[in-house]
């Protein structure tokens, strides 16, 4: 196996990128997950440092005019931007770094990083998604509406993405997952 890549996962709002993630840093502690920075409150049970790292509008911009994120995107009327500091020591140490983030987020490091893999998860379909999104009964229903408005944006660019994961089954999808990546980095 190869190491000190850049893996970008990306994929509405949803869909279970989350579950998958943690999933597979349990299984492969060895994979770095980069913190992002965002604008957005806490929800409950969420971590400072862990989750994210919770910032207010003018840190963030002052982050942008600094030049200290990698990537950075308005999502549903917040800012998430990656810190780029943690993502190159960690590959200048060999080790391989995830990026969960959305779409135009995903569309810089393409920019920026053209050997990244990038990874768009797909719900079964947007009717599952929606359903999902309700039932997860974190946001409220405007950010749900926001949510899902941006899902189908994100889902029409799904194909710009080096692979297309299917998350109907979550067993699957994990071991899919790990297939994916162990044939990359092997
Ligand atoms: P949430 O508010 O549900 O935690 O995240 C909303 C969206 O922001 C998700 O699609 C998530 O992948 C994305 N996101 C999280 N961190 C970042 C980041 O650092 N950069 C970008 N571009 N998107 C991010």
Redesign the pocket.
């Known amino acids: 196996m190869q190491s000190g890549k850049l893996i970008v996962?990306?994929?509405?709002?949803g869909v279970g990128?989350?579950t998958l993630l943690s999933s597979l840093l349990e299984r492969h502690p060895e994979l770095v997950l980069?913190i992002?920075?965002?604008t957005?409150s806490p929800?409950q049970g969420e971590v400072e440092g862990k989750?994210?790292f919770f910032v207010d509008r003018d840190k963030f911009q002052q982050m942008i005019e600094t030049e200290e994120?990698l990537?950075?995107?308005e999502?549903?009327g917040?800012f998430?931007?990656?810190p780029t500091l943690p993502v190159i020591e960690n590959i200048k140490q060999g080790k391989s770094v995830i990026?969960?983030?959305?779409?135009?987020?995903?569309r810089?490091i393409q920019n920026t990083f053209p050997d990244a893999l990038r990874i768009f998860i797909l719900p079964p379909s947007t009717a599952e998604l929606e359903e999902r999104l309700r039932k997860r009964g974190?946001?409220s229903q405007e950010a749900i509406a926001k949510?899902l408005k941006?899902a189908t944006e994100?889902l029409e660019a799904a194909t710009e993405f080096d692979i297309q994961l299917v998350n109907d089954n979550f067993e699957d999808a994990l071991q899919n997952l790990e297939a994916i990546l162990f044939n990359f980095r092997e």
């Open positions: 996962l990306t994929g509405p709002s990128k989350g980069s992002s920075v965002t957005r929800r989750s994210y994120l990537e950075w995107a999502y549903a917040n998430y931007g990656t990026l969960e983030i959305e779409l135009q987020g995903a810089q974190q946001d949510r941006r994100e």
